[in-house]
């Protein structure tokens, strides 16, 4: 008799319990190496753009990748696995949220719904990305199938969304949002207030926003795209709350994305996203760690770069088929009502 998924996955509490330990000093060397280097492209940036704004790009592009990292840091902090101390990680937090414009408070308790929820299709739309059935898209409306075109097309998902999300949505509490979380988002919104006039004082106001701007585009784009390829998948795993189950979301609904080295340093190991998944207080820097150590992990087949590029096409989640598809699914589905 074969075993069930959840039984397959039996003792990883005692697989994962060495790495969960921070490191005080891998966590300085991490925040120094990336803080560091930031703040030094943010002095050249606005030398390169007194020159031209094609000067700018790459240097943009170059410190996009060092934000991704820096929200790497502070998506740590939120699962307080970046260092031991709650008060440093929430410190810590708190001031990479600034440079990522994100309200720590807030941000940590919609993600932690995302982790419990990720992969149960009963319990979507918090925290991941707008994901319909083949069936649900046919009985839509056809306004709500345009609209979710339009969220599954990639200017929107991997440009507009990103900007509007980190300048504009997070700017703003939802309903049902704990007190703390909401006050997180009315201070942060009060610090970058502060943060805009200061560096507008330094730079000039244009040239602070165009920069920001260029950055957070770049940098919302990469970290946008990480995040969908991270769940959005041909062979995801989703499923009705009652059979869902949470290891198996983690090790078979979470991608192993396996990128070339220098994308993995700036993207903070998050490619190891089912082992991040199933064990969150793993902090990234032990992740590759972990991956190499333990044949439990290495089960789990990797998603290369080139691989990744084909879940652009994959729209519709197809209860039947389980797995993602494409919007050709739903002529077949049609004709499967009709037949």
């Given amino acids: 008799m074969s075993s069930s998924p959840a039984s397959s996955h039996e003792g990883w509490q005692q697989i994962v319990a060495k790495y969960r330990e921070p490191s005080a000093w891998r966590a300085l060397w991490q925040f120094t190496n990336t803080l560091l280097p930031y703040a030094l492209l943010w002095y050249l940036m606005p030398l390169c753009l007194a020159i031209s704004y094609w000067l700018l790009l790459p240097v943009a592009a170059l410190a996009a990748g060092f934000l991704v ?80 075109r339009l969220s599954r097309n990639p200017l929107v998902l991997f440009v507009l969304a990103p900007l509007t999300l980190f300048v504009v949505i997070l700017r703003f509490p939802i309903a049902g949002a704990p007190a703390r979380e909401r006050r997180s988002v009315y201070w942060t919104d009060l610090a970058l207030l502060l943060w805009i006039i200061a560096n507008s004082a330094i ?21 946008v795209w990480l995040f969908y390829v991270q769940h959005q998948f041909e062979d995801a795993y989703w499923e009705r709350s009652d059979k869902w189950d949470y290891v198996v979301a983690a090790m078979r609904g979470s ?43 290495q089960r789990v087949k990797p998603l290369t770069l080139l691989a990744s590029l084909k879940s ?3 729209r519709l989640w197809d209860d ?18 009709d037949a």
């Avoid at 807030?106 to 009963?122: I, K, N, P």
């Avoid at 730079?203 to 970290?223: K, W």
């Avoid at 793993?282 to 190499?292: E, F, G, K, T």
């Fill in 69 to 148: 990292r820096i929200f790497i840091i502070f998506h740590d902090c939120g699962h307080g696995s970046f260092v031991k101390s709650k008060r440093v990680n929430d410190l810590v937090g708190r001031i990479t949220g600034l440079l990522t414009y994100t309200p720590y408070y807030f941000w940590r308790w919609q993600h932690g719904v995302h982790h419990g929820t990720a992969g149960d299709l009963d319990r979507r739309g918090s925290g991941d990305v707008w994901t319909l059935t083949v069936q649900e898209y046919v009985e839509s409306s056809r306004w709500k199938r345009l609209a979710y």
């Fill in 255 to 297: 991608s192993f994305y396996k990128l070339p080295r220098i994308l993995q340093w700036f993207s903070g190991n998050i490619g190891f996203h089912h082992i991040h998944h199933l064990s969150p207080r793993i902090p990234n820097y032990n992740l590759q760690r972990c991956h190499n150590a333990e044949p439990y992990f």
């Fill in 312 to 314: 652009l096409s994959l």
């Fill in 203 to 223: 730079f000039g106001l244009r040239d602070y926003l165009l920069i920001q701007f260029t950055v957070m585009a770049i940098s919302g784009a990469a970290g």
């Fill in 320 to 337: 039947q088929r389980k797995q993602l598809v494409g919007y050709r699914s739903v002529k077949l589905f049609r004709q499967s009502q």
